[in-house]
């Protein structure tokens, strides 16, 4: 093992010149280049926060429409755009965005780098994002918005009956999307290959990390099963091919299969990184390290592997042989092993510790129990005959929404408490934290509990209404206030956020006095992340002291790097350092490119063939432009000190 | 005590030994990701032929033209295009940029033969992709695979315009190895394409 130590001139950090090579510049310029990941990973928190915000407002109606039987206030056409539309926005445009966005903030300052590994392509993936979200929401604007459920099953999508606009959004929108899932994902895989401080081996990596990265390899394997379903839905709608067309030999199915080979993944994809996050903030709160690390990994990525082996308990009902649904059956409950590895991590974590119950902690805590309820119904829909029974109820909707809003909405309200000090440099309010924790457990669980009666006594879900007096009229009433008291949570914390702003507590370096390297700089951190790039010793590199560990991390001392925007590159597993990276400037044409492809993209929803050739056209030049200062231009003569030598004492 | 070496890569030709090692550890990951991604997606494809095939009673059906005649020939121009690429690339591994110029024209001349042979093939076929089943997944997969050869072609033009200008030397052509990465992907995936739409049903014949 070495230590990379400081050149000696070196060894005065000249932070005025890092400053100087790493910020960008003011103004609208510098907004729409910028390639910083803490200015990318705020905008895809703030978007995916005002998406869930929508989403929220779709489901307050379709919920005002449900209080009572016998309503008719929303249309059925109306009701089913806005349990669309909820589902799409909730699944695609806030749940995995959202946790893009804590990775890609945090990312490069858990790992002791200076950005990510492709800066400009996550700014691409930024963007992308936000004009794939605006691009279905635009179906709002011409009365035509998707309505066949997020899951858009054929033959009711197929062109015969549903001739508007609306699957077009649908499946376009979700192509679009994907393009920008998959290359943020790329840029997630490499980072965690290659980005790493000296000495960052994988087994002292936060796991969100492992979280983040199992996410995105499924996302790089599963999303094109997405792209090919829509693809092969919108041939089928406008160029009159047969792949769904039963008439003609096509088979419904496999539109269900495509799918569900990608959205089952996709439930993992959107909880796995939460996971990942409760991991590491529950050890700050208990004071000591999470038990069980290297199990809480491995059952990550195990996850993740047999979660790509039980799309078909989404299709118990359509008449497979019962061999198939025996076996994805089976498949489905191995689930609740790995899962039940990391909770039993955590509460041995915390029945071993010293737990302080801060606001953060009170969210995972929340997180815990509402995983372990959606955990257990789950277990009990993945069991054939019981599905067969309520499939379609609204049973199935209490399942899907436990493990939603308690996997993920949990721990990112837990981590907005965590880490927006972190972010903005002022804490939010301890006591109005705890309402919002209070009000949102209290409100998802009156919210989705009574929905497991409501499904047993028979409601079928996405029914635009019920007749009164079949025994469904109570929990209905029960789960709208519940839904009202989970809203009020959400409006009191945005009421947190802002307030905090001008008088939360200033919160200093590290206001936890939390383990990881995030929490070694300041809040916010400067735009190079670290002054000198350090060097990392174990998995809890702020508790060393404590804990004993040896030999310690080296935080104040290392490669300084202030020739330009670089990094140190390391060797995927155990972080020996290989390579100084030279990291790109801000650039304009990630937008560029970004609004080519959204030309395409809304051109091909209109079947625009000229318009959206000429945005193909668009997409090439941005491309090329891209890459031409790189790939094109004579190579320069090589700059004195290129090749140069990093001091390196071995300790060993 | 022991001394490490760390190279400056990205903008200019590193130091010793090494650098192209670290030039994959960042960029041809990405490439690599992208092909793993692009590679799912043919086999989606391919698994939605298989498996509509399945459900057929004569596949492929008796009025589909599958024949060898076009598309071996073709499949020989392609690989050709690859080997001539790898040839290219190790010119330019030993500084010979005359012969990194050299593959890249001549690979390039190959991979549009092919793009035109494949409209060829296009033309003669008497199925339209609304006309049946087999057509639709005939043209959807050979369409997209001929796009994806022009993906390709395009990033064997930009690098070759590198060539020209002198981006490239023995220790900084990342680009070109990235390139070159991409179009043996389209080949060995147009492989799978020729197998599954041509090869098993000729031989089933």
């Known amino acids: ?652 | 005590m022991t001394t490490a070496r760390l190279q400056t890569i990205g903008g200019a030709d590193a130091g010793a030994r090494g650098s192209e090692d670290a030039v994959h550890a960042s960029g041809r990951w990405a490439m690599r990701l992208v092909i793993a991604t692009e590679a799912c997606f043919f086999g989606y494809l391919l698994f939605s032929y298989w498996y509509l095939a399945a459900f057929a009673t004569t596949w492929p059906p008796h009025d589909a033209q599958v024949s060898l005649h076009l598309a071996l020939p073709n499949t020989g121009i392609l690989l050709a295009s690859s080997a001539l690429l790898i040839w290219g690339e190790s010119g330019i591994k030993r500084g010979r940029i005359g012969q990194l110029r050299a593959g890249l024209a001549l690979t390039t001349a190959l991979g549009a033969l092919f793009v035109a042979v494949q409209f060829v093939e296009w033309s003669r076929q008497t199925v339209t992709p609304s006309g049946s089943l087999w057509g639709s997944l005939f043209f959807t997969i050979t369409g997209f695979h001929v796009a994806h050869v022009c993906v390709g072609l395009l990033m064997l033009v930009v690098v070759q315009v590198g060539a020209w200008r002198g981006a490239f030397t023995a220790r900084r052509h990342g680009y070109v190895s990235n390139a070159a990465l991409y179009w043996h992907f389209v080949d060995v995936v147009w492989l799978a394409v020729f197998t599954s739409l041509y090869l098993v049903p000729v031989l089933n014949r």
């Not at chain 1, 780098?113 to 605006?134: C, E, F, I, K, Q």
């Not at chain 1, 949570?489 to 802002?498: T, Y």
């Not at chain 1, 051109?603 to 891209?626: D, E, M, Q």
Request: charged share 10%; glycine share 8%; proline share 7%.
């Open chain 1, 1 to 652: 093992m070495a230590t990379v130590v400081a050149e000696t001139a070196e060894a005065d950090a000249p932070v005025a010149t890092l400053d100087r090579i790493w910020r960008t510049p003011p103004g609208l310029l510098g907004t729409l280049t910028s390639v910083d990941h803490k200015t990318i990973g705020i905008r895809y928190l703030v978007t995916a926060f005002a998406f869930l915000l929508v989403g929220g407002l779709e489901a307050g109606a379709m919920r005002a429409q449900l209080t009572h039987g016998d309503t008719h206030w929303l249309s059925p056409e109306a009701y089913n755009q806005f349990f669309t539309m909820h589902g799409v926005t909730m699944l695609f445009l806030y749940a995995s965005p959202v946790l893009s966005g804590f990775s890609n903030y945090l990312w490069p300052l858990m790992i002791g780098a200076r950005d990510m590994a492709y800066p400009r392509v996550n700014a691409l993936s930024y963007w992308t994002y936000l004009l794939a979200g605006l691009l279905i929401y635009a179906s709002v604007l011409v009365g035509q918005s998707p309505d066949g459920g997020w899951f858009a099953y054929v033959p009711m999508t197929g062109a015969t009956y549903s001739p508007g606009l609306n699957i077009d959004f649908y499946t376009v929108g979700l192509t679009f999307l994907g393009f920008s899932t998959t290359v943020g994902a790329v840029n997630f895989i490499g980072t965690f290959f290659c980005m790493k401080a000296p000495g960052m081996s994988v087994n002292r990596l936060p796991v969100i990390l492992w979280g983040t990265l199992s996410s995105s390899i499924a996302a790089v394997v599963f999303v094109p099963a997405l792209t090919v379903a829509c693809v092969l839905l919108y041939l089928d709608r406008h160029v009159h091919t047969h792949f769904f067309d039963a008439a003609n030999g096509g088979q419904p199915m496999l539109w269900q299969h495509l799918f569900w080979i990608f959205g089952h993944p996709w439930v993992y994809i959107v909880v796995l990184p939460a996971i990942g996050i409760a991991s590491d903030i529950i050890p700050t709160f208990c004071r000591r390290p999470l038990a069980g690390y290297t199990f809480v990994t491995l059952s990550t990525i195990a996850t993740i592997m047999l979660g790509s082996g039980v799309w078909v308990h989404h299709m118990f009902a359509t008449g497979l042989p019962q061999m198939s649904t025996s076996f994805f059956s089976a498949a489905s409950m191995t689930i609740s092993l790995t899962s039940g590895v990391s909770v039993f991590a955590w509460l041995a974590t915390i029945w071993h510790g010293r737990p302080q119950f801060r606001v953060p902690f009170l969210f995972m805590c929340g997180f815990i129990i509402l995983f372990v309820i959606g955990g257990v119904n789950g277990v009990m829909t993945a069991s054939v005959p019981f599905d067969q029974q309520l499939h379609d109820s609204y049973f199935v909707v209490a399942h899907l929404h436990y493990v939603l809003v308690g996997i993920n909405v949990f721990p990112v309200m837990g981590a907005f408490y965590y880490w927006i000090p972190k972010m903005t440099g002022r804490m939010l309010s301890e006591r109005i934290g705890r309402w919002v924790f209070w009000l949102m457990f209290i409100g998802a669980n009156l919210t989705f509990f009574p929905m497991h009666i409501t499904g047993m006594l028979g409601m079928p879900r996405r029914v635009y209404t019920y007749a009164s007096g079949l025994g469904w009229d109570t929990s209905n009433l029960l789960i709208t206030i519940g839904a009202a008291t989970f809203a009020a949570s959400i409006l009191l914390f945005l009421f947190d956020v802002v307030r905090s702003r001008s008088v939360g507590p200033i919160a200093g370096d590290n206001p936890w006095d939390a383990p990881t390297l995030e929490w070694s700089v300041s809040s916010p951190p400067p735009p190079y992340n670290f002054a000198v790039i350090p060097t990392v010793r174990s998995p809890y590199p702020l508790w060393e002291s404590r804990l004993g560990e040896r030999p310690a991390s080296v935080l104040d001392a290392g490669p300084v790097l202030a020739d330009g925007r670089e990094t140190v590159g390391t060797d995927a597993l155990d972080g020996e350092p290989v390579a100084i990276l030279r990291m790109p400037e801000d650039s304009p044409w990630p937008l560029l490119l970004a609004i080519a492809l959204a030309w395409v993209s809304l051109a091909l929803v209109f079947s625009a063939w000229t318009w959206s050739l000429i945005g193909v056209a668009l997409t090439v030049a941005s491309i090329i432009g891209w890459l031409a200062p790189a790939a094109m231009q004579p190579a320069r003569a090589e700059p004195t000190g290129s090749d140069r030598r990093l001091p390196m004492t071995s300790d060993a």
